[in-house]
């Protein structure tokens, strides 16, 4: 099973940009499909972008495509979350998650997450 771990959260004016990182554990990475979620105070966690073992398939949240993007490396066993055009909205904590198959399954089951990473976006 994989750890994983955050980073890259912050402070950042409306506008600018971000990436988060998540470094997993072990050698196992490469066979788990990777998530990106958020939650807001006061809401549900929500699916962002979602990203294939092999990197080739992506999802991303219908109202965040084309400011989002999710990419991995396998050789540093990490997946990434490029934000840019934030909004105030977008504060939240991100979280990274794994899932124990080839492509992300909406409901699926998650393996492991990690302890998540805040991002403020000031107006």
């Known amino acids: 099973q994989v750890q994983l771990v955050e980073s890259g959260g912050g402070l950042v004016q409306a506008g600018g940009s971000l990436r988060l990182s998540c470094v997993a554990s072990?050698?196992?990475?490469?066979?788990?499909?990777m998530g990106w979620f958020r939650q807001a105070p006061g809401k549900e966690r929500e699916l962002v972008a979602a990203?294939?073992?092999?990197?080739?398939?992506?999802y991303s949240t219908d109202s965040l495509k084309g400011r989002f993007t999710i990419s991995r490396d396998n050789a540093k066993n990490t997946v990434y979350l490029e934000m840019n055009s934030l909004r105030p909205e977008d504060t939240a904590v991100y979280y990274c998650?794994?899932?124990?198959?080839?492509?992300?399954?909406?409901?699926?089951?998650?393996?492991?997450w990690g302890q998540g990473t805040q991002v403020t976006v000031s107006s």
């Open positions: 990203i294939s073992w092999s990197g080739r398939s992506t």
């Open positions: 998650a794994a899932q124990r198959d080839s492509v992300w399954s909406p409901g699926g089951e998650i393996a492991n």
């Open positions: 072990g050698r196992t990475f490469s066979t788990y499909a």
